[in-house]
């Protein structure tokens, strides 16, 4: 028998300094023995990241939210260009007090160092599980610098889709280019004749916070963590190497592990199947 298909909302929340966050949202009324989803993605993404993932967990009946963080996708950019992972972890903790319901996190790179944070703030009560996608504490900075210059590189704008898809192209050669650059235009805005990338460009020109601190912070939060977590890493990912695997499961040895092998830091968007199916079973498990 299949499954009904469950319709998307768009919905607002408001989180820290009265900035409002749009979102995602399946199944509000969906019950409530089970856990809401809440899905946070990488920097310079926005909640269209998560492709199918969302539609799939929401149509097994699942409370699912993908929120656009501040200053990405249609989400208030913040006035002071504050996006420390600090401020996004203030956002993520109102965001789920206005869930009012215990809430499993998906987190890929910098949503997942958000979820990090906002797990151990809130509590075991109000996050039950946490999903890290391509992210720890201790990560690669050289791809990590990759994504950066891959960012700042086209600050400007594309002329045409087609150019912004060769440029994605260049950038994940493992990645099979669409036949068309027409998905693209969830991740562009079309302003002035030219098509930019729907992330504030302040998110990159100031600096967030000190890396080595929140490093620090972040290895902490996630050791004091007791609930299920589950690492998944891309195997072509420049980002977490092999070793910043194994350290972070050494610090934290109740987390599971299990790595994509045709997908690389965007692991989400890479091998959607594959990526998909291993959050499924951890989540309904």
């Known amino acids: 028998m299949s499954k009904a298909r469950s319709e998307a909302q768009t919905v607002k929340f408001r989180g820290a300094e009265g900035l409002f966050l749009v979102a995602d949202e399946w199944n509000r009324g969906a019950n409530s023995d089970r856990p809401s989803v809440l899905m946070l993605h990488g920097g310079g993404q926005n909640r269209h990241s998560w492709k199918n993932t969302g539609q799939i967990l929401a149509d097994d009946g699942l409370h699912v939210v993908a929120l656009d963080s501040r200053g990405h996708g249609d989400s208030d950019r913040s006035p002071e260009a504050n996006y420390s992972v600090d401020i996004l972890c203030e956002d993520t903790l109102a965001v789920l007090e206005q869930i009012g319901r215990p809430v499993m996190l998906i987190g890929a790179s910098m949503g997942g160092m958000t979820g990090i944070l906002a797990a151990r703030a809130a509590g075991p009560q109000k996050v039950t599980g946490l999903v890290l996608v391509d992210v720890v504490p201790r990560y690669e900075k050289s791809g990590s610098a990759r994504i ?138």
Not at 152 to 162: A, K, R, S, V, Y
Not at 166 to 191: C, D, F, I
Not at 232 to 248: A, P, Y
Not at 253 to 263: G, K, M, N, W, Y
Request: proline letters at 6%; glycine letters at 6%; a negative charge.
């Open 148 to 285: 950066r210059d891959f960012m700042f590189n086209h600050i400007h704008g594309f002329d045409t889709l087609e150019a912004a898809a060769e440029a994605v192209a260049e950038y994940l050669p493992h990645r099979t280019k669409p036949r068309s650059p027409e998905g693209l235009k969830k991740n562009l805005r079309h302003r002035d004749g030219r098509w930019y990338w729907h992330w504030d460009p302040q998110f990159l020109s100031k600096p967030m916070d000190d890396p080595f601190i929140r490093v620090e912070k972040l290895e902490q939060a996630a050791i004091e963590l007791t609930i299920p977590i589950l690492l998944i890493r891309g195997k072509l990912s420049d980002v977490v190497s092999i070793e910043g695997v194994q350290d972070f499961l050494a610090k934290v040895p109740h987390a599971e592990f299990v790595e994509l092998s045709d997908a690389g830091h965007t692991a989400a968007g890479d091998d959607n199947d594959a990526f998909t199916d291993v959050v499924v079973q951890f989540v309904n498990r």
